[in-house]
């Protein structure tokens, strides 16, 4: 898994439900942004796969 889907499911996790907006805000927030080099693409292609999926 990688480190985006982990900070995804983090944010999901903390919230009950997010969407990608409300994800990208915590990760700025929490200062993942810097080093995962999180961009909004992924966040919303990890939140897709991840819906997918279950």
Do not use: C, F, T
Request: net charge positive; proline share 2%; glycine share 12%.
């Amino acid at each position: 898994m990688s480190a985006i889907r982990l900070l995804v499911l983090g944010a999901v996790r903390m919230h009950g439900r997010a969407h990608g907006y409300q994800v990208r805000n915590d990760l700025e927030y929490w200062g993942a942004h810097e080093w995962s080099n999180a961009k909004p693409g992924s966040i919303y292609h990890a939140l897709k796969q991840m819906a997918k999926q279950g």
